[in-house]
């Protein structure tokens, strides 16, 4: 099976969840999903909706900098493109 490339959101999101010694699947049980959900917009076979993003922050410490990435990403996950 031929694996596939993280998002930029995704990338975010991978590196948030290493950066906190979590699996996917930690992740996605402390966010209220499945794994195969987390995996999948991890992937961009799925696009994160705006309750992910709120479960998101409820569940990390992020820097403004940081929530201003994630919601610039997620956006552009979901087909918006944001001028900065």
Same mark, same amino acid.
């Given at each position: 099976?031929?694996?596939? %490339?993280?998002? %930029? ?18 992740? /996605? ?28 922050? /409820?569940?990390? %410490?992020?820097? %403004? ?9 997620? /956006?552009? /996950? ?7």
């Amino acid at each position: 099976m031929k694996k596939r %490339p993280y998002t %930029p959101f995704g990338r975010l999101i991978a590196h948030l969840r290493v950066d906190h010694d979590l699996t996917q699947k930690d992740l /996605a049980e402390r966010l209220g999903i499945t794994a195969t959900h987390q995996n999948g917009i991890e992937v961009g076979r799925r696009r994160p909706s705006l309750r992910y993003l709120r479960r998101l922050e /409820a569940a990390f %410490p992020l820097e %403004p900098d940081q929530l201003q990435a994630l919601h610039t990403a997620a /956006a552009e /996950a979901q087909g918006y493109h944001l001028n900065s």
